[in-house]
C-alpha cells in the first residue's frame, strides 16, 4: 500500500529524531543466547541512520574489548560504541576487579544483576516468559544479594559502588526489587555516584508510579524499554498509555527510551526506535521532548558531549 503524504512526513520526522540518537541498551551478538544481530552489523546500521552513539549489553560478558576492536578498526563508521558490564553469576557478581577493568577498558554503565538477580528469579518461577539465555544453557543461575538480612546494603556491593564513583560510571538498577534499588541508590548517592539508572520500571522490578517519580526527583534517570510498548515485538506487555504514565511520573527531562533489542525472532534495534518515536508522537509529544527522550539526556546521563 501507498504511503500518504500524511505518513511520508512523519517517517521523514522520524529519520531527523535518529539523527544523534542514541541507544544505551541494545543486545547485540555475538552471545550464549540467540541474537538476531552482532555489534558490527548494528553499527553499520545506525551509522547509515546516524545514530550519535550506542551501548551494548550482554548479560553475561563485558562487551568492552569487542567495542575497541570494532572502534579502531571502521574508523568510517560515525556512530560510537560503548559497552557495559552486567554483575551476574558469569563474571562472579560484585566483583570489583571486573568493574575496574571495564572502566578501564572505557565502559560506560555497570547493570546490577539481571538474571541472577534474586527477584529476577523470583519472578521468573511466576512469569510465562522463558529467557533463551545463559541460564538455560550452563549451569542455573545462583542468585546474587545485594542486601544483607537487615536491609543494608552488602560490603561487596558497596566496593563496586566505590569503583563506579571513582570513574564516574553509571550504575543502571538492572533486574534488582524496587525496594532493593531505593536502598541501592541511596547508598550510590552517599558514596559519590552521579550517574544513575532505573531500568524498565515496567516490567519484572515491580515499581509504581510514585516509585518512578520519587526515584527521577532524586536525580536518577528513567530507563523504558521500548520493545515492551510497541507492537511487533515479541516482548510487548504494555500499553501506549502505560508508556505516557511513565514519561509524565518521571518527567521528559529524566526520562530515557532505549529499544532493548537484538534478539531473534522480533524487529531489529533500529526499527524498535523507529516505531517507539511514532508511538511518543501518536502521544502527543513534541519532537523536542522526543529529542530529550532518545538522545540528549542519554548523552547527558552517560558524559557524552
Avoid at 142 to 152: A, C, Y
Avoid at 208 to 227: F, P, Q, R, T
Avoid at 269 to 276: A, N, Q, S, T, V
Amino acid at each position: 500500500m501507498a504511503q500518504t503524504a500524511a505518513d511520508q512526513t512523519i517517517e521523514k520526522r522520524i529519520d531527523a529524531l535518529l539523527v544523534g540518537a542514541i541507544d544505551p541498551h541494545v543486545h547485540s551478538g555475538p552471545s550464549i543466547a540467540p541474537r538476531g544481530i552482532d555489534h558490527l552489523e548494528l553499527l553499520r546500521e545506525t551509522s547509515a541512520a546516524g545514530f550519535a552513539a550506542i551501548v551494548t549489553k550482554d548479560h553475561d560478558y563485558s562487551g568492552v574489548m569487542t567495542a575497541a576492536l570494532i572502534a579502531k578498526h571502521y574508523p568510517e563508521l560515525k556512530t560510537k560504541i560503548f559497552s557495559s558490564i552486567v554483575l551476574n553469576n558469569v563474571v562472579g557478581g560484585f566483583n570489583p576487579y571486573a568493574v575496574e577493568h571495564t572502566a578501564a577498558m572505557g565502559g560506560k554503565i555497570v547493570w546490577f544483576p539481571t538474571l541472577a538477580a534474586e527477584n529476577h528469579l523470583r519472578w521468573e518461577k511466576t512469569s510465562n516468559w522463558v529467557h533463551p539465555a545463559s541460564t538455560q544453557k550452563m549451569r542455573p543461575a545462583t542468585g546474587i544479594p545485594v542486601l544483607n538480612p537487615d536491609k543494608t546494603v552488602r560490603d561487596d556491593v558497596k566496593e563496586v559502588i566505590d569503583v563506579i564513583a571513582k570513574n564516574d560510571m553509571v550504575l543502571a538498577s538492572g533486574h534488582l526489587h524496587i525496594s532493593e534499588t531505593w536502598l541501592v541508590f541511596e547508598e550510590a548517592q552517599r558514596r559519590g555516584v552521579k550517574r544513575i539508572v532505573l531500568t524498565h520500571p515496567e516490567d519484572i522490578v515491580d515499581a509504581s508510579m510514585n516509585d518512578v517519580s520519587g526515584i527521577a526527583k532524586m536525580g536518577a534517570y528513567v530507563e523504558h524499554s521500548l520493545c515492551m510498548f510497541i507492537e511487533g515485538s515479541k516482548f510487548k506487555t504494555c500499553e501506549s498509555a502505560d508508556l505516557r504514565k511513565h514519561i509524565d511520573a518521571a518527567g521528559v527531562d529524566q526520562t530515557i527510551l532505549c529499544s532493548d533489542l537484538g534478539q531473534t525472532g522480533t524487529i531489529g534495534p533500529i526499527e524498535g526506535i523507529r516505531r517507539g518515536i511514532r508511538l511518543c508522537m501518536d502521544l502527543g509529544y513534541s519532537d523536542d521532548q522526543i529529542r530529550k527522550m532518545i538522545s540528549s539526556n542519554t548523552a547527558r546521563m552517560l558524559g557524552l558531549s
